[in-house]
């Protein structure tokens, strides 16, 4: 792999890491308006997949999307305003942290009903596929396991099917749906066998470990691209944090099975990877690290220091034009 | 255009008239036919999808033989042409991928138009029956209401959805329906109910151009009801109401159908001494209060005719404006006629009773005008 692609699969996962970290230190403060969903230990997903994608790209996104947004390209500056609700936030502060979107790079948006942001992810790759351009421009369509249990995903993949649209659906098997273990809410053990149901490839990777991901993403989204159709991906995976920042997972998860998981960190598997192949060395990682623990200083400065929005925003972009 | 078609209307007394205007006399689902085809011909980003829209997945056809895949020199074919015939012939003229037949997924499909529409096309979706909404109420709330305000006024959704509504051809309960308030409840969304040829025509056209999400309601009562649309482009501005006919001692305010009973109850009483001027309001979300008011500042006595059940309705909503922001014109109470609370019933008497009708209209009428 190019070295620049290595270090851009790095600083992606330890952005969204350091950024989830710093968000929820932030919240703890009382610094964030409402709820908020770290991704903490998903890293490897949005990395890996996004790694292949470009702004022309479209993704769609989840009420735990931070990881998406940032392997997107998006600016941790704007994403922490918005989580402060201010006004120089990514959506002015109308968003929060459930709804943080940037259509200049891609991102359709993350979104707060468990499922829905699914047939948009479909819908941007019907765009392409109307306009003659399914080579740049894909749709990936990212959902949890919670999410397999919503008819509407069932049906965006039988559309992207049926049609050959240029679509990728990655589902973050994470392993749980708020409190509800996937074990209980899956008859199938593995997510990539419902594949079978649509005549797609369904493939299941180890989320933990972003070279697996970015191989089989890269499968997934050149078929795509060469107009062959869509790609069930599963990645197995776990948050490490509960379902929202108040959550305690104790309640539900038992310290061995988080042991388990934190053992197959995906930073850690990384750094023991390009040092035992001599692809990348201490000295880079921690500059990189040194860099974005900068950036995220920065970020929270940025948002504190922002002035909240104008009452009258209230009434603002409902519509494109309503009355005179 | 010509002139200004939304104060426009045929034959009503002390109104322009449009007979010295180039048109066609044809059936309300004729003029939402050609301005489909209108819109598709002036835009290459406008596209159709829906359930049977073409049916039979658009087979293909040369000189008599039909092919179910596509072939050289075969043109596509439909077997339905939509509900009400709607779409009828246009996958011939537009091709497969302007007119779209799929599955029965309204969730899927409306959320696929919704994605569509972020990323720089403009669908149009056929729903079928208006009840169907509500399989697909997420999509339409979550993300084609909300998508602009919530993510700070970054995208927009140009997305028009059309259905049918109304009881009365022995649909039943479940392919009725006419909960215009459960629609028009949603910020972010607006909502357009034509009760004629030409409001179909200038409504659809708005629609379609428009940069927000419009969902047209198609009154299947009105689907072969038959009146003059010019030649020429008509685009109505959404959310302004017109008058069918001018009066003075009380104001009918109608909506789709409705309004076609409003008119011909105003036509009887006429005959009886008793003058009613008719608003048809055309646009529920934009609601024109302007007209409204300036109605019933005039007559001072107010029936509102809304085939929704009653209670959250649109009567309901426009009793308020009333009753807030003209209570000083107000000579007796403001009165509706609404569906009842009940749904709507299958056999003909019992569904017949449930609709508004006009003996129903006459009656309110009758109850306010010596007040």
Redesign the interface.
């Known amino acids: 792999m190019e070295k620049e692609k290595l270090r851009w699969l790095f600083e992606s996962m330890y952005r969204i890491r350091r950024f989830e970290e710093t968000m929820l230190e932030q919240t703890f403060k009382g610094k964030s308006m409402g709820v908020t969903h770290s991704s903490d230990g998903q890293e490897a997903g949005p990395a890996g997949v996004c790694a292949h994608l470009t702004d022309k790209d479209w993704i769609g996104s989840t009420h735990r999307g931070h990881g998406h947004c940032i392997a997107k390209g998006l600016d941790t500056k704007k994403m922490m305003a918005e989580i402060f609700g201010k006004s120089t936030g990514q959506c002015k502060g109308k968003g929060g942290s459930m709804h943080i979107a940037d259509f200049s790079k891609g991102m359709l948006g993350a979104n707060a009903i468990v499922g829905a942001s699914i047939p948009l992810a479909v819908g941007a790759a019907l765009s392409s596929k109307y306009n003659g351009t399914e080579n740049d421009s894909v749709g990936v369509a990212f959902f949890g396991d919670g999410a397999t249990g919503q008819g509407v995903l069932h049906e965006s993949m039988n559309l992207a099917s049926i049609w050959k649209l240029p679509v990728i659906f990655v589902c973050e098997n994470n392993h749980y749906a708020e409190a509800t273990p996937v074990e209980y809410a899956v008859s199938i053990e593995d997510i990539s066998d419902r594949a079978a149901a649509y005549s797609m490839p369904g493939v299941t990777a180890d989320g933990m470990d972003v070279f697996d991901v970015y191989e089989v993403a890269g499968e997934a989204i050149n078929r795509a691209r060469k107009g062959e159709g869509p790609t069930l991906i599963e990645l197995k995976t776990f948050r490490y944090h509960g379902h929202f920042h108040a959550d305690d997972p104790k309640k539900y998860r038992t310290p061995e099975e988080d042991e388990k998981w934190k053992d197959r960190d995906c930073l850690k598997i990384f750094e023991e990877k390009v040092i035992a192949n001599n692809s990348m060395d201490l000295d880079s990682i921690k500059k990189i690290k040194e860099s974005i623990d900068a950036e995220m200083l920065d970020a929270v400065e940025f948002a504190e220091k922002s002035p909240m929005p104008n009452i009258e925003e209230l009434y603002s972009d409902v519509y494109v034009k309503y009355k005179d | 255009m010509t002139f200004d078609y939304s104060q426009t209307f045929r034959g009503s007394s002390g109104l322009p008239n449009l007979d010295n205007v180039p048109g066609t006399e044809m059936r309300y689902r004729d003029a939402f036919n050609l301005t489909l085809r209108q819109e598709l011909d002036r835009d290459p980003s406008v596209?159709v999808m829906g359930e049977d829209i073409a049916g039979g997945a658009g087979r293909f056809e040369k000189d008599g033989e039909v092919s179910y895949e596509e072939k050289k020199g075969f043109k596509p074919l439909d077997a339905w042409g939509g509900p009400f015939a709607a779409t009828k012939g246009l996958i011939q003229d537009f091709g497969t991928?302007r007119i779209k037949d799929?599955?029965i997924?309204e969730?899927?499909?409306?959320?696929?138009?919704?994605?569509?529409?972020?990323?720089?096309?403009r669908?149009i979706v056929d729903l079928m029956y208006f009840d169907f909404v509500t399989v697909a109420y997420?999509?339409l709330l979550?993300?084609a209401a909300k998508?602009?305000?919530?993510?700070?006024?970054?995208?927009?959704v140009p997305l028009t959805m059309f259905a049918r509504s109304g009881a009365g051809t022995g649909h039943a309960a479940q392919h009725s329906e006419s909960f215009y308030s459960m629609l028009v409840h949603i910020?972010?969304l607006?909502v357009v109910v034509p009760s004629d040829p030409l409001s179909v025509k200038g409504l659809l056209s708005a629609s379609i151009r428009?940069?927000?999400p419009v969902f047209l309601v198609n009154d299947k009562k009105l689907i072969n009801l038959n009146g003059f649309v010019p030649d020429e482009e008509v685009v109505f501005e959404l959310?302004k109401g017109r008058y069918l006919k001018r009066g003075t001692d009380v104001t009918l305010i109608g909506m789709a159908y409705t309004s076609e009973i409003c008119r011909k109850v105003a036509e009887k009483l006429e005959e009886s001494g008793v003058s009613c001027e008719v608003v048809d309001m055309l646009s529920l979300s934009?609601l024109d209060e302007d007209i409204i008011l300036e109605s019933v500042s005039k007559t001072n006595k107010v029936v509102i005719v809304d085939e929704d059940t009653p209670m959250c309705s649109m009567a309901s909503e426009i009793s308020s404006i009333i009753a807030d922001k003209g209570f000083d014109y107000l000579d007796a109470p403001i009165k509706k006629v609404n569906s009842p609370h009940t749904p709507v019933p299958y056999n003909r008497d019992l569904e017949f009773s449930f609709m508004p009708s006009e003996e129903r209209v006459i009656k309110a009428v009758k109850e306010i005008v010596e007040y």
């Open positions: 596209f991928d799929t599955p997924s969730a899927g499909v409306l959320g696929a138009a919704i994605g569509a529409a972020l990323t720089g096309t669908p997420d999509q979550s993300n998508s602009r305000y919530m993510f700070g006024g970054q995208t927009k910020p972010g607006k428009d940069d927000d959310g934009p």
